[in-house]
């Protein structure tokens, strides 16, 4: 034999980890449960983050699509004289180039409610009907759609067309058969041809009990609006840019005078969308630190297991010449290993969680990265932590004490 | 009051030799007779812990020596020789061992000096029982820093040294006693401590066994090491140069 002693103990790293091996691979009870509790316990960890994460995208998915979309501007009393119609074209451009804003218009009521009949010349007392005035952008922004016929264009308001749309509510009121067999309606007795009806409008429901006229026929025949009038200026927005459109538009319409347009937008359920989202974020927090406690907890305690397991064999190898040092380096290596691939096994099956749940549910799955990267070594971390105890118990005892524990070999 | 037992002490006088309870035997033929040089290990005033003696302990040995301890009751052999093989601190008393005194020493040192001087025979063998009989001769080694392939032929040869040559990848729980006691000897072996102690290597095994395992250990004695052998077992008095009771006042 050659000699092989050396002046002090030392342990090559390449040692460490082949020891670590051999410990894995000659017992391997304790690195599957010590893999096995980071597994469950990552996975846990992630499928929780990730669930509530894909919740609150789905909650505010829902809540954005409920953000209010509608501008409404009137212009206010003023001492000051002021236009009629104050909305000019290129005013209504200026608008519309706005970010933001999706379609514009102008619309007031003629007069106060008009006869409205499916006949001429009705002799009998006929209830009044709204008739509003539109300009050619009023359709799209009120949200209209039309059940029958067509709506106007460009060119109907350009050249006046004697044309109309009744609203669904209207033309049941009034009995109007269809545009075949009833072409059009008499308001004052004046006939109106009936391009289409208006089925639905989600921002402007009003119009389904009136009769729609282009702006260009209604000051051709009734004359421009009256300051009683008041027209009013819709706009439809995008989501969540009503509160900015509402700010630029009455400097838009007059640069000199905003504050005679003042915009009112309908925020809807923005207060509770607020609070769903706070109270949310709470839960999730809470929920968040409950899964990682008992995450780690869970890891801790079966390593703490698994590691007491060896305190009777780091005895030995104390007793055969291995420094403290030494010691924790082997519980070190020999937790990392099945920490980490059970950690990553654990990203894994909780990435599969969160995205087999958000496709059930039709949600987006969402899970932050800067959470998921760091998942497996959370769990090597963990693992580490827990087998550094009873390494340190191994290290500091008196092996003559531990070696009385070693199963006789 | 001490009891004192200095087998080979070469300043040791006839008459203090006569009031110590050690039971000194002859030497056998084939022994080697101590050397003359500095004791290998000098016991001064020395008490266990946790074990009640009836005196304080006094050992002095000499390099070449093969001493058999018997008594005090097992637990107190056990104790003294984790002592002796500094994995433990005597509550009591001095130790020094070739030449250093264990007490101004730090835990590594300890360690360190254990490395390269000592080998302990424990007894229960420990064994780690799932790795191979080579991987646990070899196991010292690991903390010499010597690389795995220098371990390997170390290894294979205290296996051959201790006829366990066949059985070298086969797992500690699956050989016998006697194999796994000749293993224990094997990984105190490798590193070719001066000083050998052995705890009960004979227990459980039967007559024809334990005289291997003696008959080894006689033969490393006879190579030049010190070896103490702490056991009940009268073959292995035997066999030693000399025999001593410890603990009797």
């Not at chain 1, 305690?301 to 305190?311: M, N, Y």
């Not at chain 2, 291997?212 to 030049?224: S, T």
């Amino acid at each position: 034999m050659t000699a092989l002693a050396r002046p002090k103990t030392r342990l090559r790293p390449a040692d460490a980890a082949g020891e670590a091996f051999s410990g894995m691979v000659t017992a391997p009870g304790n690195a599957v449960a010590t893999a096995l509790v980071a597994l469950l316990a990552v996975g846990w960890f992630v499928a929780l983050l990730g669930l509530t994460s894909t919740a609150t995208g789905a909650v505010a998915s829902a809540f954005a699509a409920r953000l209010p979309t509608t501008i409404r501007i009137t212009s206010a009393g003023s001492r000051l004289p002021a236009p009629a119609f104050p909305y000019p074209a290129a005013a209504l451009h200026r608008v519309e180039a706005l970010p933001g804003v999706i379609a514009t218009g102008v619309y007031w009521q003629i007069g106060l409610n008009q006869a409205v009949s499916a006949r001429p010349y009705v002799t009998k007392k006929q209830p009044g009907h709204p008739v509003i005035a539109a300009t050619a952008g009023f359709l799209a922004a009120a949200g209209a759609q039309i059940s029958a016929g067509r709506a106007f264009d460009a060119w109907d308001q350009a050249r006046a067309a004697p044309l109309c749309l009744v609203g669904s509510t209207l033309a049941r009121s009034l009995g109007l058969a269809g545009l075949a067999r009833q072409p059009r309606v008499y308001i004052n007795n004046l006939g109106c041809v009936i391009a289409g009806y208006i089925a639905h409008a989600s921002r402007e429901p009003g119009i389904l009990r009136s009769v729609v006229i282009p702006a260009a026929a209604a000051e051709a025949v009734f004359g421009p609006p009256d300051r009683r009038a008041r027209p009013t200026l819709l706009i439809q927005t995008r989501p969540g840019a009503a509160g900015q459109v509402a700010r630029l538009a009455p400097y838009a319409i007059s640069q000199t005078a905003p504050q005679r347009y003042p915009a009112r937008v309908d925020y809807g359920p923005a207060l509770l969308r607020q609070q769903v989202a706070t109270a949310l974020g709470g839960l999730i927090a809470a929920a968040s630190f409950v899964g990682l406690a008992a995450g780690a907890l869970g890891i801790a305690a079966l390593a703490l297991f698994c590691g007491w397991r060896r305190v009777p064999e780091y005895a030995l190898r104390r007793a055969l010449g291995a420094r403290r040092r030494h010691i924790v380096a082997h519980a070190l290596a020999e937790s990392a290993v099945p920490g980490l691939i059970g950690g990553l096994a654990g990203a894994s099956l909780g990435v599969a969680i969160v995205v087999l749940v958000a496709m059930n549910n039709h949600w987006t799955p969402v899970i932050a990265p800067i959470l998921l990267w760091p998942a497996p070594f959370a769990g090597a971390a963990a693992a580490m932590i827990a087998w550094l105890i009873p390494a340190a118990v191994a290290a500091l005892a008196r092996p003559a004490n531990a070696l009385a524990r070693l199963v006789p070999g | 009051m001490s009891v004192t037992l200095l087998p080979g002490s070469a300043d040791q006088p006839e008459d203090d030799a006569a009031s110590t309870s050690a039971a000194t035997k002859a030497l056998p033929a084939t022994a080697l007779p101590p050397s003359s040089g500095p004791p290998m290990i000098e016991l001064r005033g020395l008490r266990l812990r946790g074990i009640e003696l009836p005196a304080d302990l006094d050992l002095l040995v000499r390099p070449g020596e093969l001493i058999t301890l018997t008594g005090p009751p097992k637990p107190g052999r056990s104790a003294l020789l984790n002592v002796l093989g500094l994995i433990d601190r005597p509550a009591a008393g001095s130790y020094v061992l070739d030449g250093t005194d264990t007490a101004k020493l730090r835990e590594e040192d300890r360690a360190a000096l254990r490395a390269r001087k000592i080998g302990m025979v424990f007894a229960h063998k420990n064994l780690l029982p799932n790795r191979s009989l080579l991987d646990n001769v070899t196991l010292p080694l690991v903390y010499a820093g010597i690389p795995r392939r220098q371990r390997m032929i170390a290894g294979l040869d205290v296996l051959s040294r201790v006829r366990l040559t066949g059985l070298a990848q086969r797992p500690a729980r699956q050989v016998g006693n006697c194999q796994r006691a000749m293993c224990a000897v094997g990984r105190a072996l490798i590193t070719q401590p001066d000083l050998l102690l052995c705890d009960e290597p004979t227990a459980g095994l039967e007559t024809d066994e334990a005289e291997q395992v003696i008959g080894l250990l006689a033969d490393l004695n006879r190579e030049g090491r010190t070896v103490l052998v702490a056991t009940a077992d009268q073959l292995a008095a035997a066999y030693s140069s000399k025999s001593v009771q410890i603990g009797q006042p």
